[in-house]
């Protein structure tokens, strides 16, 4: 097959049985079939041709991805259940992104594609694989390291989660990984303080945690082969009922049994207390990306969980005591300051309200004073009362203060 028509052909030629399926069964007639044949004839050329970009395998798998859609629909529409040919579309996709990775390793985007078409499809194991492949030639992307580390803590596996993340951090000289991994610790904290306090809470987060060994998501060693899971090949898609009839019975077998001195040491630990978040900004501290915006990041990043999370309020505060040390008169130290009486505030339409923003008004007023760049404090002032104005529930006395603010704002802008 020394010419591109000629793997063209052979690529072509393994969708056949798959069409004749369609027409037999009336799921496309025979002139979208011609059609499907037609673009999918021009998109092996354009993929196979020597001058071939990771756009073409994109634009490619986009098509293909669109094509099942619309199958689906059909068959759901015409009251097909089941296709001989059902798992033949998921398959070429693994197929196309496996030749896009392989012609085209240096392309990030063909590589999250790879990795969302395997997570749509419920493929755990492949997607450790490849993402331990993309990790490996990109260890400098700050987004694959984000990626692989929030779809472990989505899985439960909050030790492989920063395992991810430390190599990130090892890694990656931008404060994005580190903001990530900070919020990726609230974030698990919230889902502690939400499940309840005490033994309770923890013993839940801890069972929740006891994830299967196929769920989780780990660096291989050089030496582990790739060959040792039943989802190897490339033409076995895993079925969604057979994986969840299995899960089910996993569930009914095996009790969850949860370790008591495993509970008491979680209610001694630390992290509960936010250690782990603080942590993360004291050693970012310490590195070269770190400045004015990098603490900025961090204290957005604490202020999401302001209201969930008990610990919130020391952490900001100790973004904020940082940035005054540092940052005495750089206007993002003084709008987190200003903002920091009202992102603890859960409900604007409370009592709590007025105090808060007499506060923050009165930072500001100071901000403006120590700063030499009130423009910059004035844009960001307005970036947060727009909102809060935007809110049909806010009293009528708040409101006036705040648009005021806002005229006098942009008249310093």
Request: proline fraction near 4%.
């Amino acid at each position: 097959m020394a010419g591109v028509a000629d793997k063209a052909r052979f690529y072509l030629e393994q969708a056949v049985p798959q069409l004749r399926e369609f027409e037999d069964k009336e799921i496309f007639n025979r002139d979208e079939i011609r059609n499907l044949v037609r673009k999918r004839t021009d998109f092996e050329h354009r993929v196979l041709s020597p001058g071939s970009r990771a756009a073409d395998f994109l634009a490619y798998a986009e098509w293909e991805s669109r094509l099942e859609t619309l199958r689906a629909r059909r068959c759901a529409r015409l009251g097909v259940r089941q296709l001989t040919h059902q798992h033949a579309s998921p398959a070429r996709l693994n197929q196309l992104h496996e030749r896009g990775v392989t012609r085209d390793p240096g392309s990030v985007a063909l590589w999250r594609s790879y990795l969302a078409h395997l997570a749509r499809i419920g493929a755990a194991k492949r997607w450790r694989r490849v993402a331990t492949r993309a990790l490996r030639l990109h260890p400098q992307d700050a987004s694959l390291w984000a990626l692989a580390g929030r779809r472990a803590a989505g899985a439960g596996d909050m030790d492989g989660a920063r395992a991810y993340f430390m190599r990130g951090c090892r890694f990656c000289r931008g404060v994005d990984i580190w903001a990530e991994y900070a919020r990726v610790e609230m974030e698990w904290l919230a889902r502690v303080e939400a499940r309840g306090k005490g033994r309770k809470g923890i013993a839940a987060v801890q069972a929740a945690q006891a994830v299967d060994e196929g769920d989780q998501i780990k660096l291989k060693d050089d030496d582990e082969s790739d060959d040792d899971d039943d989802d190897d090949d490339e033409d076995v898609i895993p079925d969604p009922d057979r994986l969840a009839f299995k899960e089910l019975e996993k569930k009914k077998l095996r009790p969850r049994i949860v370790d008591e001195d495993a509970v008491a040491k979680l209610e001694k630990s630390p992290a509960l207390g936010g250690a782990i978040p603080r942590a993360i900004f004291d050693i970012s501290r310490k590195q070269n990306f770190f400045d004015a915006a990098a603490a900025e990041t961090f204290f957005s990043v604490f202020a999401r969980h302001a209201t969930d999370v008990e610990s919130c309020s020391d952490l900001l505060q100790h973004v904020v005591d940082t940035m005054v040390e540092l940052f005495p008169a750089h206007p993002a130290t003084w709008d987190c300051r200003v903002r920091q009486p009202l992102v603890v505030i859960d409900d604007l339409a409370g009592p709590a309200l007025p105090g808060a923003l007499r506060e923050a008004l009165a930072r500001l007023k100071e901000g403006l004073a120590a700063t030499e760049r009130k423009a910059e404090l004035a844009a960001r002032t307005v970036a947060w009362v727009q909102p809060m104005l935007s809110r049909a529930d806010l009293d009528e006395g708040i409101r006036t203060v705040l648009e005021h603010t806002k005229k006098k704002m942009g008249e310093t802008s």
